[in-house]
Protein backbone atom coordinates (compact mmCIF):
# COMPACT_ATOMS: atom_id res chain seq x y z
CA UNK A 1 0.00 0.00 0.00
CA UNK A 2 1.12 3.80 -0.92
CA UNK A 3 0.09 6.53 1.38
CA UNK A 4 -0.16 9.47 -0.77
CA UNK A 5 -0.37 13.61 0.39
CA UNK A 6 -1.53 15.37 -1.74
CA UNK A 7 -0.76 19.61 -1.52
CA UNK A 8 -0.96 22.96 -3.72
CA UNK A 9 -4.71 23.26 -3.45
CA UNK A 10 -6.60 26.51 -3.29
CA UNK A 11 -8.24 29.46 -4.66
CA UNK A 12 -7.36 31.09 -7.84
CA UNK A 13 -8.84 33.32 -10.61
CA UNK A 14 -9.63 31.96 -13.99
CA UNK A 15 -6.81 31.87 -16.39
CA UNK A 16 -4.07 31.39 -13.75
CA UNK A 17 -1.69 28.61 -12.56
CA UNK A 18 -1.41 26.40 -9.64
CA UNK A 19 0.93 23.12 -9.09
CA UNK A 20 -0.40 20.59 -7.17
CA UNK A 21 2.22 18.38 -5.71
CA UNK A 22 1.60 14.47 -4.27
CA UNK A 23 3.98 12.65 -2.08
CA UNK A 24 4.34 9.13 -1.94
CA UNK A 25 5.44 6.87 1.06
CA UNK A 26 6.93 3.62 -0.78
CA UNK A 27 9.84 2.53 -1.04
CA UNK A 28 10.36 2.19 -4.89
CA UNK A 29 8.17 5.15 -6.23
CA UNK A 30 9.35 4.21 -9.75
CA UNK A 31 7.74 1.18 -9.43
CA UNK A 32 4.01 2.76 -9.83
CA UNK A 33 2.29 4.41 -12.33
CA UNK A 34 0.68 7.95 -10.88
CA UNK A 35 -2.66 9.49 -11.87
CA UNK A 36 -4.12 12.46 -10.75
CA UNK A 37 -8.24 12.45 -10.83
CA UNK A 38 -11.00 15.28 -9.85
CA UNK A 39 -14.04 15.38 -8.43
CA UNK A 40 -16.69 18.39 -8.97
CA UNK A 41 -19.67 18.90 -6.76
CA UNK A 42 -22.49 16.78 -8.09
CA UNK A 43 -20.27 14.48 -10.44
CA UNK A 44 -18.63 11.46 -10.09
CA UNK A 45 -14.52 11.26 -9.92
CA UNK A 46 -12.62 11.67 -13.57
CA UNK A 47 -9.83 11.01 -14.71
CA UNK A 48 -7.20 14.03 -15.70
CA UNK A 49 -3.82 12.59 -16.12
CA UNK A 50 -1.47 9.68 -15.67
CA UNK A 51 2.21 9.16 -16.47
CA UNK A 52 3.87 5.55 -16.33
CA UNK A 53 6.31 4.39 -13.83
CA UNK A 54 9.02 5.01 -16.50
CA UNK A 55 7.90 8.55 -16.88
CA UNK A 56 7.83 7.29 -20.77
CA UNK A 57 4.29 7.77 -21.69
CA UNK A 58 1.56 9.77 -19.97
CA UNK A 59 -2.41 10.31 -21.10
CA UNK A 60 -4.47 13.27 -20.41
CA UNK A 61 -8.27 13.71 -20.65
CA UNK A 62 -9.32 15.83 -24.04
CA UNK A 63 -10.94 18.55 -21.36
CA UNK A 64 -6.75 19.46 -20.09
CA UNK A 65 -4.54 18.47 -22.80
CA UNK A 66 -2.71 21.21 -23.59
CA UNK A 67 -3.48 23.15 -20.27
CA UNK A 68 -1.81 20.44 -17.91
CA UNK A 69 1.18 18.48 -17.30
CA UNK A 70 1.81 15.84 -15.30
CA UNK A 71 5.57 14.85 -14.11
CA UNK A 72 7.43 12.82 -11.69
CA UNK A 73 10.23 13.53 -9.28
CA UNK A 74 11.73 9.99 -8.39
CA UNK A 75 14.16 11.10 -5.79
CA UNK A 76 11.73 12.91 -4.16
CA UNK A 77 8.98 10.09 -4.52
CA UNK A 78 6.52 13.15 -5.78
CA UNK A 79 4.29 13.47 -8.78
CA UNK A 80 3.43 16.76 -9.78
CA UNK A 81 0.55 18.28 -11.12
CA UNK A 82 1.07 21.89 -13.24
CA UNK A 83 -2.51 23.35 -14.39
CA UNK A 84 -1.82 26.57 -16.41
CA UNK A 85 -4.82 28.32 -17.95
CA UNK A 86 -7.42 27.29 -15.36
CA UNK A 87 -11.15 27.49 -15.97
CA UNK A 88 -14.09 27.42 -13.98
CA UNK A 89 -14.90 23.95 -14.62
CA UNK A 90 -11.49 23.48 -13.53
CA UNK A 91 -13.13 23.10 -9.55
CA UNK A 92 -12.76 20.36 -8.31
CA UNK A 93 -11.14 18.01 -5.38
CA UNK A 94 -8.05 16.93 -6.94
CA UNK A 95 -6.90 13.11 -6.09
CA UNK A 96 -3.47 11.15 -6.59
CA UNK A 97 -3.17 7.76 -7.50
CA UNK A 98 -1.09 4.77 -7.47
CA UNK A 99 -1.42 1.93 -9.86
CA UNK A 100 0.97 -1.18 -10.28
CA UNK A 101 -0.23 -0.64 -13.77
CA UNK A 102 2.87 0.58 -16.17
CA UNK A 103 0.09 3.16 -17.10
CA UNK A 104 -3.96 3.60 -17.16
CA UNK A 105 -6.65 6.26 -17.20
CA UNK A 106 -8.98 3.73 -15.08
CA UNK A 107 -9.82 4.54 -11.79
CA UNK A 108 -10.30 0.85 -10.76
CA UNK A 109 -6.96 0.33 -11.95
CA UNK A 110 -5.21 2.42 -9.01
CA UNK A 111 -5.19 1.04 -5.42
CA UNK A 112 -4.19 3.64 -3.49
CA UNK A 113 -5.69 7.08 -3.31
CA UNK A 114 -4.59 10.68 -1.65
CA UNK A 115 -6.93 12.02 0.59
CA UNK A 116 -7.57 14.76 -2.31
CA UNK A 117 -6.74 18.94 -2.36
CA UNK A 118 -9.35 21.44 -3.28
CA UNK A 119 -8.78 23.54 -6.37
CA UNK A 120 -11.27 26.66 -6.76
CA UNK A 121 -11.10 28.35 -10.15
CA UNK A 122 -12.99 31.72 -9.62
CA UNK A 123 -14.54 33.28 -12.87
Known amino acids: QVQLVESGGGLVQAGGSLRLSCAAS????????MGWFRQAPGKEREFVTA????????YYADSVKGRFTISTDNAKNTVYLQMNSLKSEDTAVYYC????????????????WGQGTQVTVSS
Open 26 to 33: VRTFSNYA
Open 97 to 112: AASTLYISRREADFGS
Open 51 to 58: ISWSGGSS
